[in-house]
């Protein structure tokens, strides 16, 4: 038997759910019933579908239907199609609701401990039935993914230039050296006479890094990097060991073993929400307006709880 063509297969696919339904309730008034169409109706499409497969798929066994052994082995192998085709609409239709729906939220890894987690438990208090599926990474990859449609939201440092963006503050750089480091006592340094020093950062992919590297290359020199490592709290955990300094931001976690040391100069970069280049559906929309209206606040809290 000639195999369908695709206008075969394109006339078969409206009608599986007929079908479907047919094989399933085994009586034509209850499929009807279920479907919400005339059982005339129903008949139609039923024979419709018989006459594009080519073969006899029910037979009638009493005032009920059965199927052949044909129309059982394509029953068989497409129940999940128009199941997981049902599925998908409903899970669609859900994301357009506020009050349900998905949301794929990124934060790079310089926040998270207290901030994130705080601000998104005070979101879920007042929105439970919104998913949320969360991504940490560094901005590069969360901007990229921003950019691919496998995030809908993301909190980026710094805020890209071609994507939606919210500002939503702006993250201060410091240095940080062991308790016992000579530097300790020092309120303020300039980065210049650190050209000796051996530093712990991030790899060069980092954006914080290569702000680093930029700085010190204006200051006239090239850093001497001991260590390099993709987490924050084991980076900070390093320098507390008196293995190097570094340039990072405020921690959200206690870190008695170290001491923060301002940097001369303007040491910032901008905090930005960031979302696709399309219309966000309502739960999106929900979770970007309240992470623009709390983020700092709850940004602000975790470092002065963590200074205490």
Same mark, same amino acid.
């Given at each position: 038997?000639?195999?369908? &063509?695709?206008? /075969?297969?394109? +006339?078969?696919?409206?009608?599986?759910?007929?079908?479907?339904?047919?094989?399933?309730?085994?009586?034509?008034?209850?499929?009807?019933?279920?479907?919400?169409?005339?059982?005339?109706?129903?008949?139609?499409?039923?024979?419709?579908?018989?006459?594009?497969?080519?073969?006899?798929?029910?037979?009638?066994?009493?005032?009920?239907?059965?199927?052949?052994?044909?129309? /059982?082995?394509?029953? %068989?192998?497409?129940?999940?199609?128009?199941?997981?085709?049902?599925?998908?609409? %409903?899970?669609?239709?859900?994301?357009?609701?506020?009050?349900?729906?998905?949301?794929?939220?990124?934060?790079?890894? &310089?926040?998270?401990?207290?901030? @994130?987690?705080?601000?998104?438990? %005070?979101? *879920?208090?007042?929105?439970?039935?919104?998913?949320?599926?969360?991504?940490?990474?560094?901005?590069?990859?969360?901007?990229?993914?921003?950019?691919?449609?496998?995030?809908?939201?993301?909190?980026?440092?710094?805020?890209?230039?071609?994507?939606?963006?919210?500002?939503?503050?702006?993250?201060?750089?410091?240095?940080?050296?062991?308790?016992?480091?000579?530097?300790?006592?020092?309120?303020?340094?300039?980065?210049?006479?650190?050209?000796?020093?051996?530093?712990?950062?991030?790899?060069?992919?980092?954006?914080?890094?290569?702000?680093?590297?930029?700085?010190?290359?204006?200051?006239?020199?090239?850093?001497?990097?001991?260590?390099?490592?993709?987490?924050?709290?084991?980076?900070?955990?390093?320098?507390?060991?008196?293995?190097? @300094?570094?340039?990072?931001? +405020?921690?959200?976690?206690?870190?008695?073993?170290?001491?923060?040391?301002?940097?001369?100069?303007?040491?910032?970069?901008?905090?930005?929400?960031?979302?696709?280049? *399309?219309?966000?559906?309502?739960?999106?929309?929900?979770?970007?307006?309240?992470?623009? &209206?709390?983020?700092?606040?709850?940004?602000?809290?975790?470092?002065?709880?963590?200074?205490?």
């Amino acid at each position: 038997m000639d195999e369908l &063509s695709p206008s /075969q297969v394109e +006339a078969l696919i409206p009608l599986l759910a007929a079908f479907d339904a047919a094989a399933e309730e085994g009586h034509i008034t209850r499929a009807a019933q279920r479907l919400g169409v005339p059982q005339s109706s129903l008949s139609r499409r039923l024979k419709a579908v018989e006459q594009a497969v080519g073969v006899k798929l029910f037979q009638p066994v009493g005032r009920r239907v059965a199927l052949t052994a044909a129309g /059982q082995e394509l029953h %068989d192998r497409t129940r999940g199609l128009v199941r997981a085709l049902g599925d998908a609409v %409903d899970l669609v239709r859900s994301d357009a609701d506020p009050d349900s729906g998905l949301v794929r939220f990124g934060f790079p890894f &310089s926040l998270g401990p207290v901030s @994130i987690p705080s601000l998104l438990a %005070d979101f *879920h208090a007042g929105a439970p039935r919104i998913r949320l599926h969360l991504v940490q990474a560094h901005g590069t990859a969360l901007v990229d993914m921003v950019r691919e449609g496998r995030l809908d939201l993301a909190v980026s440092i710094p805020a890209p230039d071609d994507l939606p963006t919210i500002i939503l503050g702006f993250q201060r750089i410091h240095l940080y050296v062991a308790s016992n480091h000579p530097l300790a006592t020092r309120t303020e340094v300039d980065l210049a006479d650190l050209a000796a020093e051996p530093f712990i950062a991030n790899p060069p992919t980092y954006h914080l890094r290569r702000l680093f590297d930029s700085w010190c290359a204006t200051a006239g020199f090239t850093p001497q990097v001991g260590f390099e490592i993709t987490e924050f709290e084991t980076l900070r955990a390093l320098v507390a060991q008196n293995l190097g @300094i570094a340039v990072l931001p +405020a921690p959200e976690l206690p870190h008695p073993g170290l001491t923060r040391v301002a940097l001369t100069g303007e040491r910032e970069r901008s905090i930005g929400l960031i979302s696709g280049n *399309h219309r966000p559906t309502p739960a999106v929309a929900r979770l970007r307006d309240h992470v623009a &209206s709390h983020a700092m606040s709850y940004l602000d809290r975790a470092r002065l709880s963590a200074q205490e």
